[in-house]
């Protein structure tokens, strides 16, 4: 009898021991949590508050029409792919210079390498074409940036959620020297959403052509609301290797020398289509994309298409001719924008949209509407997130206090006994 109550009375100090080790890890990892917690309520004591423009339509009696060129070169360009970077966490599998043997195999003028967060200057200084580039954002839902023509890395990002606010604060940061802004792969990651494309400002690209996902949903939710922005189609691949490689480009077309300037003009003025393609050819190009004064496009591409189609607002197929190397479409009154896609048997190309203007000689990007600041509801914003940061510091040193006069007592009634 003696011997059984021995044996429960251990086995109770076991499991007093053991609830004590349990609640103390639980805590500990709480601990941990309120940590972290604090740490990324930090980040968004920065938001900012904007103004957003109302929905609008592009207007006025001329058209804005990017291909209106005499002569034109054309320079085969991908902006975004990764290579080794920051020990292999990126998971880029191979060096800037087998990634560059590869694209200049396939006859690429421009390769950009766009690793996270880091400018590649890989022969940047024999290579007049070199565009610095990186690929910015820490989220995991992938509201990421490329970020073209900057001379330094912008590390700032919201790391966890992103309102369209959060959204226009980071374009705004990465945007400044000068910097090109592409809203990277919209349709991957759901970190953007229709609405969001409604409302951003302050950007040039949107990444419309990634071998992840096919975005034109989204562009043309910014593009019937009223913000103009040119697509970019890019492979986004971590190894050269990879199946995706040099299937999907950008054909950028140029007066003059073959110049990084002259490459960067043209493509903010849109004057660049894109290509998605199965074996990494295209079976086709453009020709010529005009408009008549009458307010009639006409586009000619260099072979027979299977189908050409004008898309217009939301998306709406307004036309498709067949089987031909030329279409026309006649601008109708309620037709903001219009854009083209050819497509053949293994590639198609995409054109940017011809647009309603007051000055077609005026590129209509200059003219648009800003997100604005509004101070008061800025000013909130932080406070709530100040307050938030330090109510969870609080929480987190208190618990601490706790753990650590709880353990103290343990230590002295042990010494006591």
Request: glycine share 4%; with cysteine; hydrophobic share 35%.
């Amino acid at each position: 009898m003696i011997y059984s109550k021995s044996i429960l009375k251990v086995l109770l100090n076991l499991l007093s021991i053991l609830s004590n080790g349990l609640l103390f890890v639980a805590k500990t990892l709480v601990s941990v949590v309120l940590l972290v917690f604090t740490i990324v309520s930090l980040f968004y004591v920065r938001t900012d508050i904007y103004n957003f423009p109302g929905k609008m339509s592009f207007n006025g009696s001329f058209y804005y029409n990017p291909y209106n060129l005499k002569e034109q070169k054309t320079l085969k360009c991908n902006f975004h792919a990764h290579t080794n970077a920051w020990k292999g966490v990126t998971n880029g599998m191979s060096t800037d210079q087998e990634l560059v043997k590869v694209y200049r195999d396939h006859q690429y003028n421009v390769i950009g390498i766009s690793n996270y967060h880091r400018i590649s200057t890989y022969r940047s200084s024999v290579n007049p074409l070199h565009v610095n580039v990186y690929e910015h954002g820490y989220n995991p839902l992938k509201s990421h940036l490329l970020v073209l023509n900057s001379q330094s890395v912008n590390y700032f990002d919201f790391p966890v959620f992103q309102s369209t606010h959060h959204q226009q604060k980071i374009i705004n940061e990465v945007s400044q020297n000068n910097a090109l802004i592409a809203l990277a792969h919209p349709d991957f990651g759901g970190g953007r959403s229709y609405a969001d494309f409604e409302k951003l400002t302050n950007y040039q690209f949107i990444e419309v052509l990634n071998h992840y996902r096919n975005s034109q949903k989204y562009w043309d939710f910014a593009l019937s609301a009223g913000r103009l922005s040119w697509a970019l189609g890019n492979d986004d691949i971590h190894d050269p290797k990879e199946e995706a490689a040099c299937k999907i480009f950008t054909i950028v077309l140029i007066n003059g020398k073959a110049t990084k300037k002259n490459l960067l003009t043209s493509m903010k003025k849109g004057t660049h289509y894109c290509v998605k393609t199965t074996y990494g050819n295209s079976e086709n190009s453009l020709k010529t994309c005009e408009v008549d004064k009458g307010g009639k496009i006409h586009v000619t591409f260099s072979k027979k298409a299977n189908k050409i189609a004008f898309i217009g607002k939301n998306g709406e197929v307004k036309l498709q001719v067949e089987r031909s190397d030329y279409a026309e479409y006649e601008i109708k009154s309620e037709d903001p924008y219009i854009r083209v896609i050819c497509t053949n048997d293994c590639s198609e190309i995409y054109l940017n949209p011809i647009v309603r203007c007051q000055n077609p000689d005026t590129n209509p990007m200059s003219l648009q509407k800003k997100a604005t600041l509004n101070l008061p509801l800025t000013i909130i914003a932080k406070l709530i997130f100040i307050a938030l940061s330090l109510t969870l510091l609080v929480l987190n040193i208190r618990l601490i206090k706790r753990m650590f006069r709880e353990t103290s007592r343990k230590v002295i009634s042990t010494k006591t006994i």
